[in-house]
């Protein structure tokens, strides 16, 4: 969180990166909300240039935006973003199905159950966080085994808006049961080293969860609308 303990001086423009990002991600800075890099800095106890930096390698990401002599703000979430954002994430996922599964080895495979089942205990223990860890190991290790540099660039910097959107849709934990089945059948069809089967699958589901999200913006419309 923003007031937490204070950054450590070596690494200042990463954390505040981090922290922002964080606070982006779970809600704490809402979407559309104006941002101060002085008043940012305040709450981090750094000073503005470290801050600066971290706001601009967010507008990379596109988890804010700027308006020169204007604004800068949190990107608004909106359904027509966030639709393209989860469809150039499914093109990338599905390559790095495609190209990692066949590359995979025991040893892998064997971690990604295990990620399944950390993902499984923290949605027990209704924390988000761990389960959006989970889930980021068991992905992260075919993107790792597609061997694609500027593949596993490209899903880093999606990376962080995915997790936006999936903490507003699984902030409730409604879901990840799903996620946890999805992944036993992902699971097998990895042991048998099935890219086009594996991405196929992998697809499937990225676009269910789309269609769970869609219904987010339906409730958001419709709560609009008789208010």
């Known amino acids: 969180m923003l ?19 964080d606070a982006i991600v779970t809600g704490e800075l809402a979407p559309g909300s104006k941002v101060k890099d002085s008043e940012l800095a305040e709450h981090l106890g750094l000073s503005r240039t470290p801050v600066r930096e ?21 990107t608004p979430l909106n359904r027509a973003d966030v639709e393209s954002t989860l469809a150039v994430m499914e093109v990338l996922d599905q390559l790095a199905v495609k190209t990692g599964v066949p590359n995979l080895t025991d040893d892998m495979i064997a971690v990604m159950r295990s990620a399944n089942d950390d993902l499984a205990q923290a949605i027990k223990a209704n924390d988000i966080g761990a389960a959006l860890a989970a889930d980021d190991s068991l992905h992260g290790i075919i993107v790792e085994a597609a061997a694609n540099p500027l593949l596993k660039r490209l899903m880093h910097q999606v990376h962080p808006q995915i997790h936006r959107i999936y903490y ?3 902030s409730s934990l409604r879901g ?18 099935d890219g086009e089967a594996a991405a ?26 008789t208010s």
């Open 168 to 170: 507003r849709k699984f």
């Open 176 to 193: 990840w049961q799903d996620a946890i089945e999805h992944h036993d059948k992902l699971i097998a069809l990895c042991a048998t080293r």
């Open 200 to 225: 196929e699958v992998s697809s499937q589901h990225r676009r269910f969860l789309g269609g769970l999200i869609g219904e987010l913006f339906d409730i958001d419309e419709s709560a609009s609308d």
């Open 3 to 21: 007031r937490d303990n204070p950054v450590e001086r070596p690494r200042m423009s990463d954390v505040a990166f981090e922290r922002i990002c």
């Open 54 to 74: 971290a706001l601009a390698r967010l507008i990379d990401t596109g988890l804010v935006e700027a308006k020169p002599a204007a604004f800068t703000r949190i």
